[in-house]
């Protein structure tokens, strides 16, 4: 239980961190180079986890591809 308290708390802190530097960087760059960094900076890293984890690729391989 103290497990998921304590993510809940990360998830938080991450969120709020997220958007204090998607807010700075669409200042100093414009919110359309912004969103395209928060994109394919979330995409990389997610690939890459779902990569090195193991996806289960039986699972996902009957979903409609734009899914």
């Known amino acids: 239980m103290t497990i998921l308290i304590l993510l809940g708390l990360l998830n938080g802190v991450a969120v709020s961190l997220s958007r204090t530097l ?9 919110a359309l180079m912004a969103s395209l960094a928060n994109h394919l900076l979330g995409f990389g890293l997610l690939g890459t986890l779902l990569l090195l984890t193991g996806a289960p690729w039986g699972r996902l391989a009957g979903l409609d591809p734009w899914l």
């Open 22 to 30: 998607n807010g700075r960087l669409a200042s100093a760059r414009g």
